[in-house]
């Protein structure tokens, strides 16, 4: 009897701990992983997670950080110049080796069309991605859709005109972004 009780005491000891450990720590720390990841890829990001960066102006710095924080590829997003002059932005990238150059290029279209859609008086912005430069109109973009942005605020608009049309002729979108570049 007093060997089943040690070991019942031996279980409770370790297992108990190691249950909690992986239910409260190991299990959320793998979610979060995955989350960021999913975030990262212009086919799975979650436009409604930056919604909230929605502002008619360009000037706040601060938001404009925290929106290409949050938009595809920004754990390679180096730093951001504003120009409020010419309401123009800069943005650079350093690109890892494992990130495809479709991947870079979905980012491309993705990045600046949420820009557009969510900063009112933004114009241009230009990624510098490794040596490559890409300089994206708001003109150019309203001209591929024949529309102006604002009905791309709608998270469902927006995953039905840009994010599942990723996947089709990208060349083509980036040449349309970047015309006369």
């Keep these: 009897m007093d060997k089943r009780r040690l070991m019942l005491i031996l279980v409770v000891l370790f297992v108990v701990p190691l249950f909690i450990w992986i239910q409260f720590f190991e299990v959320p720390n793998k979610v979060k992983i995955g989350e960021e990841k999913i975030q990262q890829d212009p086919l799975t990001h979650e436009f409604e997670k930056v919604t909230s960066y929605a502002d008619p102006y360009m000037g706040d710095a601060s938001n404009m950080v925290g929106l290409f924080s949050a938009l595809p590829l920004n754990n390679y997003r180096g730093p951001l110049e504003m120009n409020p002059e010419n309401f123009s932005l800069i943005v650079d990238y350093n690109l890892d080796a494992d990130v495809s150059t479709e991947t870079m290029k979905q980012a491309v279209i993705y990045n600046t069309t949420a ?48 994010q599942q049309k990723l996947t089709d002729d990208i060349d083509k979108w980036v040449s349309a972004y970047t015309e006369g570049e």
């Design 115 to 162: 820009a557009f859609t969510l900063i009112g008086n933004l114009q241009e912005i230009k990624l510098l991605i490794d040596d490559e430069s890409y300089t994206v109109t708001r003109e150019n973009v309203e001209k591929w859709f024949g529309t102006t942005l604002v009905d791309f605020k709608d998270p469902k608009i927006f995953k039905e005109k840009i």
